[in-house]
């Protein structure tokens, strides 16, 4: 619940809205118990009374009541004080009533001119005065209505686009290896369904959370009013409902937290499948896919299920207890009006006799009063719910990445020396995957690190960049370890481009554009040109440089794609150019191309190339055979061949 309360507070900042959905929310609940009042008391008082039909005889009959029961109550008052001085507790009573009364007759007698006046003279126009009230008193509570499910849904939303963007943001910033260790599912369900649980809670807070509470407390105060203490009676269940309630929010907090881990593996279940439909259909496993997706969406709807349960129960408890509320007021009411009584087994339930009128006035407000709390009942699971997804989101905003800045980063100069790596070592969990490397490459040279699949060679990219951090030794760039220097300066220093190109659902100039955002359309025509990409975006491409590439880049071919991403890197123009298996989806023609056009392109900066293609060698200086985790050999191609019997073996 700690986590809901952190997204409520990020609703503050919209004061004005919250103190207009506040008032109209109070607007609706006075507007809802005068409603109320407005239809009971004058139709029993008024109008289903020969002697009392219009306002004006009923005011008159009213006043010469009150004058009556004041006479009364001064005589009784006079004697008691003659008689029995001693008795100031029943004295101190009977001074109380006298007060009442006479402010009744004050109120009665300023009213009376104006009902005179203003107020129907005869029984049907009475009757069609009070629905006239009771209309315009229902629309006005209407239009409030709307304007407070607005004004709520814009809290809701304002603040869910602030967490969504805060969500994303630290999620973005987040190391590389988490997405690959947990994949995206789960951070998409949490980022759309449990958002939208959140922003349902936030709803129901500002809306229905704040007005129907307001519509209960002007009902109760309506009817405490009346009679504060046959209030009290008819509420001693309250403390019993509110036990079970609270017993039922803990159960479907936790239930919802399960099915919203249900919903993550669903979307996991569904992104892998989608993402590998080639290999389903290649291999028709269509109905192994089918069979798996069928346990999760089980599992799923056996969660939901339960939810439903619980959710069964809300309604009937609080229309049971709100029933035995009511018939607590009934039983009491009628045994007090019934018998003209005071009290109730002896304790003073009233300060003087109620009527049968005041009798349906306050059996009317309960009634009001309970459908609010039906109301709140039906939103119930939807603040659990919202509870629940808040957990789930804050745990990520939480969550500080692993590659980080330190508090005081060193400034890194463009790079102009040697990067180095000393006795680094790396593992996934248990499992080592570099085994202390050192090595050293001055600035301008081309390295190609070549060894068989899985011996650790992309993974010692990737500390450059540094999407993922070593566990011992250290990566240093002109003699600054990279731990230590901004990674956002470090990364402007890096073009990479990966065996499987990544290209956004944009147009083919954005794509390469990616690369420098400040880039003019020359110098991105002359980057693709040196890719040897800007020929076929002119001739096979529909649009040219316009044509969007659809998710993905799913609209190319595998070498179109490559050959897009390594102009984005070339537009990039860094010190550091990071090829990883850059040409494996290229053709042999174009891979001759793009070796002329890298050739040139690598002079004055560093290059490191993750091959498995023999003709990249080419353009080595020098060349890192690596093996297990550690490195075999290093040298040129030819002395490789004389020395080292693995790299004989792989060329």
């Not at 369900?189 to 407390?217: A, C, H, W």
């Not at 459908?371 to 745990?395: C, E, G, H, N, W």
């Not at 359309?521 to 990409?533: D, Q, V, W």
């Not at 793009?594 to 990249?616: N, Q, W, Y």
């Amino acid at each position: 619940m700690a986590n809901f309360f952190r997204a409520i507070k990020q609703t503050f900042k919209y004061r004005f809205l919250i103190v207009s959905v506040i008032f109209c929310a109070w607007l609706v609940g006075l507007l809802w118990g005068g409603n109320i009042a407005a239809v009971v008391y004058p139709i029993t008082e008024i109008c289903l009374k020969e002697e009392n039909n219009t306002f004006t005889t009923w005011i008159e009959h009213k006043a010469r009541i009150t004058q009556e029961k004041i006479q009364t109550t001064a005589q009784e008052l006079q004697i008691l004080q003659f008689s029995s001085p001693e008795k100031k507790h029943q004295i101190a009573k009977k001074e109380k009533l006298l007060r009442q009364l006479q402010y009744r007759d004050s109120c009665f007698r300023w009213f009376q001119p104006f009902a005179a006046k203003y107020t129907p003279n005869t029984p049907f126009k009475t009757v069609l005065f009070l629905i006239v009230i009771i209309l315009t008193g229902t629309i006005i509570k209407i239009i409030f209505i709307i304007f407070h499910g607005i004004l709520s849904a814009w809290i809701a939303q304002k603040t869910a686009m602030v967490i969504r963007e805060e969500f994303f943001r630290k999620v973005l910033n987040y190391e590389v290896n988490y997405f690959n260790r947990e994949g995206i599912a789960d951070i998409m369900s949490r980022f759309t369904n449990d958002m939208s649980q959140l922003t349902t809670g936030l709803n129901v807070i500002y809306g229905k959370l704040i007005r129907e509470p307001i519509k209960m407390v002007v009902c109760l105060g309506g009817a405490a009013y009346l009679s504060w203490q046959l209030l009290l009676v008819t509420l001693l269940l309250v403390p019993l409902a509110v036990i079970c309630i609270r017993w039922l929010a803990r159960s479907i907090k936790r239930v919802v937290r399960r099915s919203m881990e249900e919903m993550s593996n669903l979307y996991g279940r569904l992104e892998e499948t989608f993402r590998s439909i080639r290999v389903v259909k290649a291999f028709t496993q269509e109905n192994i896919e089918r069979a798996k997706f069928h346990r999760i969406n089980r599992t799923y709807c056996a969660k939901a299920i339960k939810i439903a349960k619980y959710e069964s129960l809300t309604n009937p408890l609080t229309e049971l207890f709100g029933i035995l509320m009511i018939c607590i007021a009934i039983v009491v009411g009628a045994y007090l009006v019934m018998g003209n009584r005071t009290s109730l087994l002896g304790i003073p339930m009233l300060s003087e006799p109620m009527d049968f009128s005041e009798l349906i006035l306050f059996f009317a407000l309960l009634a009001g009063s309970a459908d609010p709390a039906r109301k709140l009942s039906d939103i119930f699971t939807m603040f659990q719910a919202a509870a629940a997804a808040a957990d789930r989101v804050y745990v990520l905003i939480d969550r500080q990445p692993l590659i980080r800045d330190i508090d005081r980063p060193i400034p890194l100069p463009k790079h102009a020396q040697s990067i180095r790596f000393e006795n680094v070592c790396f593992q996934y969990e248990d499992r080592p995957v570099l085994k202390n490397i050192s090595f050293e490459i001055p600035f301008g040279e081309c390295i190609a690190i070549l060894g068989v699949s899985g011996c650790g060679k992309s993974t010692l990219l990737s500390l450059i960049p540094r999407f993922i951090d070593v566990n011992s030794g250290r990566v240093l760039i002109d003699g600054l370890p990279v731990t230590e220097v901004r990674v956002r300066d470090l990364r402007r220093q890096i073009g990479l481009v990966t065996q499987d190109p990544v290209l956004f659902n944009d147009t083919v100039f954005n794509n390469i554009r990616y690369g420098n955002p400040s880039a003019t359309a020359e110098e991105i025509m002359e980057a693709a040109g040196l890719a040897f990409a800007h020929d076929f975006i002119e001739a096979e491409l529909a649009n040219g440089y316009g044509t969007i590439v659809g998710p993905a880049g799913g609209q190319l071919s595998g070498g179109q794609r490559q050959r897009i991403a390594l102009a984005r890197a070339i537009l990039r123009d860094p010190p550091i150019f990071l090829l990883d298996e850059a040409t494996s989806q290229i053709d042999i023609t174009s891979e001759k191309m793009i070796h002329e056009a890298l050739a040139k392109f690598k002079k004055g900066r560093t290059t490191i190339m993750v091959t498995h293609r023999l003709s990249a060698l080419t353009l080595a200086d020098r060349i890192i055979l690596m093996d297990d985790g550690n490195i075999i050999a290093i040298g040129t191609h030819e002395e490789l061949l004389q020395s080292s019997p693995l790299y004989a073996k792989l060329f």
